[in-house]
């Protein structure tokens, strides 16, 4: 019982020990990070001072430099003769026209009076009959009429260029150009009538431009979702690039 009573109390003081020097070292270490913040607090207000003296004097450098001015030779032109100038009158504004006032005076004269002119209307010619949708009266002249969708042949315009049969004359004699139709479809887009507006030196190339537009079938104009006869220009290009 005493050996182990011994044996216990023994053990109890090595803890304590143990604890005491854990607890100092504990402390040690506090005090020693306490110590290092405080060196590194004192070094940095002090960079930070040497930093502001720093700033502060390189401001006050700047501002005492004075501006630097080069002086420039003044040249000095002496004209000896001076132009002398010339003032222009303005154009006096025209003078108000005369208002005619009535007068009681009998010495002025009376006015002049144009005497009627007795007009004889049946002896005025009547005026031309109106013109037809195809031309006037003898279907010469196109006449316009307005339409919300144009004519336009099946395939485009392209289509009428693919059918366009070059003729051997215009091609070795090297004509070029444009011949441009005017032609009248009709509601079934047929064409019903076909004028030459513009032509070529050789007839050969109106008469191919005609026979590729005829070759052509053509949707009709409309005119409120309804096909009506219109006329329309079309022109057709001769050009022998890309021809062989």
Known sequence: MIKYAYGRTRSGIQLLRDRFYCYRTEMNRAVEIERIYQKTRELGLIVSLLLAIGVFLSSKRMVEQKPVFKKSALIIDVVDDIPQTTQYRDVPAPTRPTVP??????????????????????????????????????????????????????????????????????????????????????????????????????????EAAIAAVKKVRWKPARQRDEPITVWVSVPINFSLVGRI
């Not at 009959?129 to 315009?157: H, K, R, Y």
């Not at 693919?162 to 009248?184: C, F, M, S």
Request: aromatic letters at 4%.
């Open 101 to 206: 006032i009535a007068s009681e005076d009998e010495m002025i004269p009376a006015d002049e009076t144009i005497e009627l002119t007795n007009i004889d209307f049946e002896e005025i010619p009547l005026p031309p009959p109106p013109l037809s949708a195809s031309g006037d009266g003898d279907g010469s002249a196109p006449m316009f009429v307005a339409f919300d969708e144009p004519p336009m042949p099946i395939g485009g315009l392209d289509s009428i260029q693919r059918n366009l049969v070059y003729p051997e004359i215009a091609r070795k004699a090297g004509i070029e150009g444009t011949v441009i139709l005017h032609l009248q479809i009709d509601e079934k887009g047929e064409i019903r009538d076909i004028k030459v507006m513009k032509a070529l030196d050789l007839d050969v190339l109106t």
